[in-house]
């Protein structure tokens, strides 16, 4: 294994250029395909990492419940620093298991309570609240897939705006945004260097929503004036872990593309353009990551499994 065991903890890195450069030139769904795939890869491959790391720093701590050969020379220089790695290894993965248990939990919890607030209105595709406070979010539940929008809102709109602010929820809906978003929010808490991607795929889901309902309505600057009404008069979804019309971030740059052409549908850039390259670069620390962890996690299992006594 080497130095190599170490390298999926710092790979993130490569993927730093893609996430800006992605959600100005690629299409907001290649966007959000790309940079999920690559943040659950690299997190995937960061926390087996700390996993090997952990085994062999444990083993040689006194007192630990491993088998003896596990601490011998030869289980020593597979990975370096064994021990001081080992160690530092172990409140690392308690820290990625708590961090990631808290972003489930909070994640069930706020769709718990929200279908339990809807619990007397009409099984119908679209709540309508009566709330004095203006906001719009898009609630999965399987067959209970939901659109909620409280009066507030509707009064601030004009019946263009309203459809697009339902095309909106319902293409969050229906390419399953929220599954995107909870992956990249996972992966940023395995390791914190993703995080720069968890942000660019907020706004990607937002834009890849836009367009869609820019699409359906067939007016993009219906959809423009929708989001930039809803912005100024809407506080956003009530949780950041329901996708809105209105949703934190940059609402201007979301206004301005849809002002100007559609983006092109190009499945993959070219690797002779800036975001060809840190895409394709991304791709690669992606790949190396998965790589290294898998051949690291394989000789940890030959060679503990040749110092395990039988």
């Known amino acids: 294994m080497g130095m190599f065991v170490l390298l999926p903890l710092v790979l993130p890195l490569t993927a730093w250029p893609v996430a800006r450069l992605a959600e100005q030139r690629l299409h907001p769904r ?33 007192g630990n419940p491993l088998p003896d050969g596990w601490s011998d020379p030869e289980v020593r220089a597979a990975v370096p620093y064994d021990e001081v790695a080992g160690r530092l290894a172990i409140p690392g993965l308690l820290a990625v298991a708590v961090a990631c248990g808290r972003t489930l939990w909070r ?13 007397g209105l009409p099984g119908t595709a679209v709540a309508v609240l009566p709330d004095s406070v203006p906001y719009a979010y898009a609630l999965p539940g399987g067959a209970r897939d939901r659109v909620v929008v409280t ?12 459809r697009a602010l339902f ?22 808490r395995a390791n914190p260097f993703l995080r720069p991607l ?6 990607t889901t937002e834009r890849w ?34 996708a809105g019309l209105a949703a934190p971030g ?13 983006p092109a549908a190009r499945s993959w850039p070219s690797l002779f353009t800036a975001v060809g390259l840190a895409a394709w670069a991304a791709a690669a620390g992606a790949a190396v990551s998965a790589m290294s962890s898998a051949n690291s996690a394989v000789t940890m299992v030959m060679i503990l499994h040749a110092a395990t006594p039988l």
Request: charged share 20%; with cysteine; proline share 5%.
């Open 30 to 62: 290649t966007a959000t395909r790309l940079l999920t795939t690559v943040a659950v890869v690299m997190a995937l491959a960061s926390t087996l990492c700390l996993g090997l790391l952990m085994v062999v720093g444990t083993a040689q701590l006194p």
């Open 107 to 119: 994640h069930r919890q706020v769709r718990r309570r929200a279908h339990r607030a809807l619990a």
């Open 151 to 162: 009066t507030a809102l509707l009064d601030c709109l004009e019946p263009g705006e309203r």
């Open 167 to 188: 095309a909106h929820e319902r293409a969050h809906l229906a390419t399953r945004h929220h599954r995107y978003l909870l992956a990249v929010q996972l992966a940023a």
């Open 198 to 203: 968890r942000t660019a795929v907020a706004y």
């Open 209 to 242: 929503a836009d367009e869609d309902a820019a699409h359906a309505v067939g007016d993009r600057r219906t959809v423009a004036r929708a989001i930039g009404k809803a912005a100024l008069h809407s506080r956003g979804a009530p949780a950041p872990t329901l």
């Open 250 to 262: 940059p609402v201007p740059r979301r206004v301005a593309a849809l002002l100007g052409p559609a």
